[in-house]
Nanobody, 122 residues
Framework: QVQLVESGGGLVQAGGSLRLSCAAS????????MGWFRQAPGKEREFVAA????????DYADSVKGRFIISRDNAKNTVYLQMNSLKPEDTALYYC???????????????WGQGTQVTVSS
C-alpha cells in the first residue's frame, strides 16, 4: 500500500512557475514509477508526466514538453513537478499517481493522491 499526498499548488500569473511535490508513504516508493495527471473543470483527467522508478526515464505530454520537469528523490520518498512558463490552460487539479510501470501507470494508476489545485491567471 502506498499513500500519496500532493502539495505546492496555488495561484500564479501566466508565465510564472510552481513546483509541486508528492510525498509517498511506505518503504517501497523506489519500486514504483510515478506520474502526474491533471483534470480541468468539465474535462477528463489527462496525463502530464511520468518518471521511472530510478528516474532514468521520463515521459511528457506534448502540451507540457519543454516547460515542465518531473524528478524524484527516492531518499525522501518524493516526486516533484517543476512547472515553468505556466499558461491559463494549465489550470487544473493536479494528481500524483504510482504504479509498477509507466505503461500501467498510463492505463490505470495503482495509487492516487487527492490532488492539489493549480490556477494560472492571465
Amino acid at each position: 500500500q502506498v499513500q500519496l499526498v500532493e502539495s505546492g499548488g496555488g495561484l500564479v500569473q501566466a508565465g510564472g512557475s510552481l513546483r509541486l511535490s508528492c510525498a509517498a508513504s511506505g518503504r517501497t516508493f523506489s519500486s514504483y514509477c510515478m506520474g502526474w495527471f491533471r483534470q480541468a473543470p468539465g474535462k477528463e483527467r489527462e496525463f502530464v508526466a511520468a518518471i521511472s522508478w530510478r528516474g532514468g526515464s521520463t515521459d511528457y505530454a506534448d502540451s507540457v514538453k519543454g516547460r515542465f520537469i518531473i524528478s524524484r528523490d527516492n531518499a525522501k520518498n518524493t516526486v516533484y513537478l517543476q512547472m515553468n512558463s505556466l499558461k491559463p490552460e494549465d489550470t487544473a487539479l493536479y494528481y500524483c499517481a504510482a504504479d509498477l510501470s509507466i505503461a500501467t501507470l498510463l492505463k490505470r494508476g495503482l495509487y492516487w493522491g487527492q490532488g492539489t489545485q493549480v490556477t494560472v491567471s492571465s
